[in-house]
């Protein structure tokens, strides 16, 4: 996976210059916004669901002539996990929240005034900070009664983030409605993979993985520069 994110981005490199050399492309500039449904893959398995979060940010656009592109982002987008309990009241659920730099290619395909489009690239995050919501003491759960009935991993509750910087692949599929000459509006849906765990992976550590994968759904609007 680290070799096909080189991959990836040599490829972006090469895009780019081949665009800049042969052919005179047009920019441009917007911003996004939509919702999140994210998870934390870890092994052995905890027991959860996708959590809910938010994702917003700006965007750079540069196209060939030939239904190529790159497309460049800098967003805010919170992660993390949410635990099931099943017949429970119970609630805990982790957050992250991440500044990340998505750079992808960008295919499209259709008519001038619709088009679809793919995307697909590396993205590097920086997380700003984590928190915790929970409706009952997660630090003592190994004493509440649910948790010794119901045996499952705990650890994960209290346990401290290690790498603050992760790395991954994207890729989302979408459509584009051109307004008019200058602006347009696009719906996306995209995927996110990490190759970063989250917390400790060493082998008397209790995770021998634990990296984010993370669904989004956006609304962006982009205004033609060139």
Request: hydrophobic share 40%; net charge positive; aromatic share 12%.
């Amino acid at each position: 996976m680290r070799r096909l994110s080189i991959i990836c981005l040599v490829a972006l490199v090469a895009l780019v210059t081949k665009a800049q050399t042969h052919y005179e492309g047009t920019i441009a500039i917007g911003g996004k916004a939509g919702v999140t449904l994210s998870r934390v893959n870890f092994n052995p398995n905890v027991e959860q669901m996708m959590s809910p979060g938010m994702t917003a940010g700006v965007m750079f656009r540069y196209i060939e002539e030939k239904n190529f592109g790159l497309i460049a982002e800098l967003n805010m987008t919170q992660r993390g996990w949410k635990e099931k309990y099943e017949d429970s009241d119970y609630s805990y659920r982790h957050n992250f929240t991440y500044v990340e730099l998505p750079i992808m290619t960008h295919i499209f395909f259709g008519s001038e005034r619709v088009k679809g489009f793919f995307n697909l690239g590396p993205e590097i995050n920086v997380m700003l900070g984590d928190g915790i919501k929970s409706n009952f003491s997660y630090q003592d759960a190994a004493t509440i009664d649910y948790f010794i009935n119901n045996p499952r991993r705990i650890e994960q509750m209290t346990m401290k983030v290690k790498n603050k910087l992760d790395y991954g692949i994207c890729g989302g599929a979408g459509m584009e409605l051109k307004l008019n000459p200058k602006h347009s509006v696009l719906l996306e849906g995209r995927f996110y993979y990490g190759l970063t765990d989250v917390f400790p992976n060493h082998k008397t550590d209790i995770f021998s993985s634990s990296n984010s994968m993370t669904v989004m759904v956006t609304l962006g609007y982009f205004y033609k520069l060139k």
